[in-house]
């Protein structure tokens, strides 16, 4: 077992704008003005995407080796399906989040083409943000600290 | 229905920097030199903990009235665990991605106990990435696009 801990902290700002701190790295969110924001970050569910993402990039890099392919680059794009029903409005039967997640890979390389699907299939199966999401993971509130 | 897509892009720079873009914002990870990076970012499982603050965030605001609920400050500290035996090493039985995500709230409120409460429960239960995280989402790879 070689478990670590990592750690974040998110502010609310002015209306919808926060601030997210993880070490001595700080990035900021907001909404768009068509879901009430005021358009000075990109959102939590954008960021989860750019998340998902650098990880498979992440994942490519440190077991290109291992696996046994060479790449000049590696780029993936995203897209995620929210029903603004069920997360504005909370309606009966629609989830609040992404209903849907799917990406293309691409990469530049001469490796063949079946080699390249199973480096895509591996990588898929050992990033951790796409554990997280496809497997899902448990959420413990720890406690609600409130001071007046 | 009213669904609406989010998109994202992320590219692999150098060793395991990554540049995350959607829309006109870009964010960079990287992983600490633990883990073989560079440290010049935060890295994906720490912003995946940014994501989920900020969304709880940007719930416990834009639902307040309605929840009938004020406050003057919200802030969410996160924690998750990870197992680098399953993540670096494909250990079986292990899984690569986080095994328990733990937070949080701090509110300064006047609002009851009670209501205070009952108020983290409606955005754990609204909270766009809370859902994605807790009941998981399917991840469909489109294709993989190859060029020399």
Redesign the interface.
Known sequence: ????????????KD??S?E????K?T?L?D?PETL??TDT??????????????????V???FARAQRIEFE?????????????G??R?RDGL????????????????TS?EK??DF?AFI?????????????????????????
Chains 1, 2 share one sequence.
Do not use: W
Request: charged fraction near 25%.
């Open positions: 077992m070689a478990i670590m801990t990592f750690k974040a902290e998110s502010r609310l209306g919808l926060v997210s701190t993880a070490g790295f990035v969110m909404e009430r924001g970050g990109m959102n939590p569910v954008e960021m989860l995407l750019c998340s998902l993402g650098a990880c498979q990039c992440i490519a890099r440190l680059e590696f780029r993936v794009e995203l897209e995620g399906d929210l029903d603004t029903d997360f504005l909370g989830r609040p989040g992404l209903s849907e997640i799917r990406y293309t890979l691409h990469i530049k390389t001469g083409r390249v699907e895509a898929k199966k050992r990033c951790p943000v796409s554990d997280v999401i496809v497997n899902g993971t448990n959420i413990l509130q720890k406690d609600v600290v409130t001071e007046t």
